[in-house]
T-cell receptor, first 111, second 115 residues
Framework: AQSVTQPDIHITVSEGASLELRCNYSYGATPYLFWYVQSPGQGLQLLLKYFSGDTLVQGIKGFEAEFKRSQSSFNLRKPSVHWSDAAEYFCAVGGNNDMRFGAGTRLTVKP | DAGVIQSPRHEVTEMGQEVTLRCKPISGHNSLFWYRQTMMRGLELLIYFNNNVPIDDSGMPEDRFSAKMPNASFSTLKIQPSEPRDSAVYFC?????????????FGPGTRLTVT
C-alpha cells in the first residue's frame, strides 16, 4: 500500500513570507495526490489535486503544488502567507484502491 | 449544495451508552467515508462505502463499532457500548469517485465525549 510522510509537524512563518510544506509519498505507480486544509473546529477542505498532466497545479486560496516524480514529492507552496492561512495541512495519496493521509503540518502565522 | 451534513455536532455520553452518529453525503456522490481524528492517532479511516456497499471496514477498531448505509443519502456510525477512549472527532466525507481517485468532501464533524 502507498504511504505518505509530512516531515514537518509544525511550521511558523511571518505574514507575507513565502511558504512551502513538504509531502513525500511511496507508491509504485503514478499516484493521485491531494492537499487539504483544516481550520480549527472544521472538517478538511480540498486545496488542490493532481491526477496527471502538468506537474504544477493551482488550487484555491492562492496555493500551488508541484509533483516531482524523481523525488516522490508533492510540496505545497504559497508566495505570500496571510494570517487566515493558519491551519493544519494534510497531504493525501490515492492509489491501489486506497487513500492515505499524512499526519499533517500545523502552520502558525506570525503578525 | 449544502455539503456533507453531520449530526449531532457535539455528543456527550456516559460510558456504556449507545452512540449513533449520522451523515448525509452530497447528492450524487457514490463513495462515503467515516474517519476518526484524535491528537494521538491523527486522522484514521474507519470504513468506506461505494454505492451504499461497505468496501473496506478494516479500520473499524472493534466490534463495538458498526456502520450502515441504507440508501445513497444517509449513513450511520454506531458505537455500542461506548468507552472513554472513543472520545474523538468523527468525520464523514463523500466523493464523486472511487476511494483512490476522488477528492473527498468532509462534513464539519461530530465531537464525541464519553465520560
Amino acid at each position: 500500500a502507498q504511504s505518505v510522510t509530512q516531515p514537518d509537524i509544525h511550521i511558523t512563518v511571518s505574514e507575507g513570507a513565502s511558504l512551502e510544506l513538504r509531502c513525500n509519498y511511496s507508491y509504485g505507480a503514478t499516484p493521485y495526490l491531494f492537499w487539504y486544509v483544516q481550520s480549527p473546529g472544521q472538517g478538511l477542505q480540498l486545496l488542490l489535486k493532481y491526477f496527471s498532466g502538468d506537474t504544477l497545479v493551482q488550487g484555491i486560496k492562492g496555493f500551488e503544488a508541484e509533483f516531482k516524480r524523481s523525488q516522490s514529492s508533492f510540496n505545497l507552496r504559497k508566495p505570500s502567507v496571510h494570517w487566515s492561512d493558519a491551519a493544519e495541512y494534510f497531504c493525501a495519496v490515492g492509489g491501489n484502491n486506497d487513500m492515505r493521509f499524512g499526519a499533517g503540518t500545523r502552520l502558525t502565522v506570525k503578525p | 449544495d449544502a455539503g456533507v451534513i453531520q449530526s449531532p455536532r457535539h455528543e456527550v455520553t456516559e460510558m456504556g451508552q449507545e452512540v449513533t452518529l449520522r451523515c448525509k453525503p452530497i447528492s450524487g456522490h457514490n463513495s462515503l467515508f467515516w474517519y476518526r481524528q484524535t491528537m494521538m492517532r491523527g486522522l484514521e479511516l474507519l470504513i468506506y462505502f461505494n454505492n451504499n456497499v461497505p468496501i473496506d471496514d478494516s479500520g473499524m477498531p472493534e466490534d463495538r463499532f458498526s456502520a450502515k448505509m441504507p440508501n445513497a443519502s444517509f449513513s450511520t456510525l454506531k458505537i455500542q457500548p461506548s468507552e472513554p477512549r472513543d472520545s474523538a472527532v468523527y468525520f464523514c466525507a463523500s466523493s464523486p469517485r472511487t476511494v483512490s481517485q476522488g477528492e473527498q468532501y468532509f462534513g464539519p464533524g461530530t465531537r464525541l465525549t464519553v465520560t
